[in-house]
Each structure stands twice: as C-alpha cells, then as structure tokens.
C-alpha cells in the first residue's frame, strides 16, 4: 500500500519502566512520511508510553529515536513541538476562556528576545486563511468554551498545521465524537496524509482502524508483538495479537 517511502520516525529498543512496573520492554516502532499508522493494544499494553516518550512527556531508559535522519531525545514536548512533533490528547489542552484565534497563536508573542504582539485584526485573518486552507467552517473569533469536542479537535490540528507539523499524534480522538464527526475527523485526517503529514493513531475501535489506517502495528504487556498493512490483516487477527491467543479462546476465557 506505501512502499518506497523513507522512514520518518524510527524508535528501537525502547525501555521504560516506573516503580514495579516494566511500561516498555525494548519496543520498535516505524513510521512513514504521509502515512497513518495505527497503535494497537489492551489497556496497559503500552502505547501511550511509547507516544508520550516520542514527544517529550517521558524520558525513555533506553532505546534510539532517529527522526527525520538525526538521532533525537526530546527534553519536553516544547521541544518535540519545535521539531514539528505534536500530540492530540484525550482531554484537550486549549484555553477555554481564549478566542479559537487567541488560542492558535498563543506562545507566538516573542520572537529571541524580543515581544511583539498581534492585533485582533491580524489573528483573526491569519486564523480564517488557515481554516479556509485546512476546509475547517470554524468562527476565529468564537471563544473554545463555546465550541464542540470535534471543533475543539480542529482548532489543535489547525494550531499544529500552523507550527508545520511532520508527525500529529492522536490518541483515542473518536471517543467523545458521534458518527458524523468522525467522519468529518476522518477526511481532515486524509487531507493531513495528502500533505505529507504523517498521523499515529491509537484507537480501541478496531472497525476503524482499516477504515483510516495504512499500517498497524499491535503492543502487549509493553511489549512490540507485529506491524502489518491493515489491508492485510484481519479484525480478529488484530485481536488475537493483542491478547495472545486465539479469538476463539479468548471468548471461550469470558463464556
């Protein structure tokens, strides 16, 4: 399905541990440019780990991160979000009292050592032309409080698009939205992939996965058990992966 594409993100041997507990136990993971690249994996299977050490939450124990061709160790996530690495949480990180333009442009008032601030005016056009630009029906001047959980969703991509990012992380997005707004995420996902950006998607929802994935790649217990084509792979494959046996045992465990 992508072939031929240089790898943009490569993470091996990744460890973390936390007091009594082994997160990651020497997980791999590869990601292409322009791809969507499923996470898969039962609660405590490590995914969120793996992504918040990618974007400078964690610090890993060990392990290499190549990114883009150079070796990388994210101090925080400002500096993840520097090099265009970016992370949709579950619970969203706008401000909700800000305008959806206020919150785009936030962290932009200094350049160096310099402060410089923009007018109403000016956040408010620049917001419109990203929106106009990503197909995003969004008022700039609406304050984030007044807005939908999918709009709010838009508003974190919009910000990310806008700092050029090469990777957005999304992590669980469809489980607060309803079918409709799925599909809207859905084709604002694949505008993303059209651009080059690529998307790592974690998600308990398996129909979903063949529906907006390329590749899958299935974690358990903290540790890296497969990548396939989601085209190439079956649901009940994916969940024979994700728990270590047969689906058929696995039903039989809770009859």
């Known amino acids: 399905m992508l072939k031929d594409m240089d790898n943009l993100l490569r993470m091996e041997k990744i460890s973390k541990s936390f007091p009594g507990v082994k997160a990651l136990d020497s997980v791999h993971f590869e990601l292409k440019r322009g791809e969507v690249h499923a996470i898969a994996g039962e609660n405590g299977a490590g995914k969120s780990t793996l992504v918040k050490i990618l974007c400078g939450i964690y610090q890993r124990d060990a392990g290499t ?141 398996m129909e979903e996965l063949s529906v907006i994935g390329d590749r899958i790649t299935v974690m358990r217990d903290g540790k890296y058990i497969m990548t396939a084509d989601l085209d190439a792979i079956t649901v009940p494959e994916i969940i024979s992966a994700m728990v270590g046996r047969s689906l058929e045992d696995f039903k039989k465990s809770y009859s």
Do not use: W
């Open 65 to 205: 991160v190549i990114f883009d061709g150079q070796e990388v160790s994210f101090a925080n996530p400002k500096q993840a979000m520097n090099d265009g690495i970016f992370i949709v949480h579950q619970e969203l990180n706008l401000i909700p009292h800000l305008s959806v333009a206020q919150n785009i442009f936030i962290g932009k008032e200094t350049a160096g050592n310099h402060k410089f601030f923009f007018s109403d005016k000016r956040l408010l056009n620049d917001s419109q032309k990203l929106f106009d630009s990503l197909k995003f029906k969004i008022d700039p001047s609406a304050k984030v409080s007044t807005l939908s959980v999918a709009e709010q969703q838009m508003v974190e991509v919009a910000k990310a698009v806008y700092n050029n990012v090469k990777i957005l992380i999304m992590d669980e997005p469809t489980a607060p939205l309803t079918s409709s707004e799925i599909d809207q995420l859905f084709e604002i996902i694949r505008s993303l992939k059209a651009q080059g950006i690529a998307v790592i998607y974690i998600s308990h929802r």
